[in-house]
Each structure stands twice: as C-alpha cells, then as structure tokens.
C-alpha cells in the first residue's frame, strides 16, 4: 500500500510502517499545500494519508477523494507517543478503503 505521511507526523514512523511504501509529504514535492490542495494532489498516486491533524477529517469531505485517511489522535506528536499506536494502524490499513477515515486513539 502507498502511504503519505503529513508533514506533522515525525519521520521516524515512516520504518515502523514495513511491507508498506511510505513518502513523506516533503519527498513527494507537497510540502506547504493546504489539506484541500494536499487530497487533490495525492489522490491517484497513494492510497492513503496519515496525519496527526485531528480536525482533517471535518475539514474535508473524504468521500469525494479516493484516497483514505488514517489520523493518529494524541496529545503529543513525537515518536515516543505515536509508535505505540504503530500496530493499532497497521491493523486498520489491512481493511481501510478509499474515502474512509479511521482514527486511532493514543490512550489518555
């Protein structure tokens, strides 16, 4: 599965997504556009979008794009907090279809 990775979420995620084809926003040329711009952008070429931007999913109206999104909803955004949260996801991204939205919880 193609994977972005927001330019909120840490690098370091990227090697715990394995069997996957991860690229961060930046390396794909997107950096700086807006969540509107981004779905347009990366639709068609990745499956799905992984942010930490819990308001993403009512910002936009997912169904009108065929690309899924997968948010990471914690308090905090470093490595330590959202790798445990890692397998909780990959779970997810075995069923996540296109215009979906699926979020996963850190606990409090």
Known sequence: MKLLLDECVTRRLRRDFTGHQVTMVGEAGLKGLKNGQLL????????????VDQNLPYQQNFSLFNIALLVFAAKRHDYATLHPLV???LIALKTIKPGEVVIIRAAS
């Open 40 to 51: 347009r952008a990366a639709t068609g070429y990745y499956d799905v979008l992984i942010t």
């Open 87 to 89: 397998p909780q996801a």
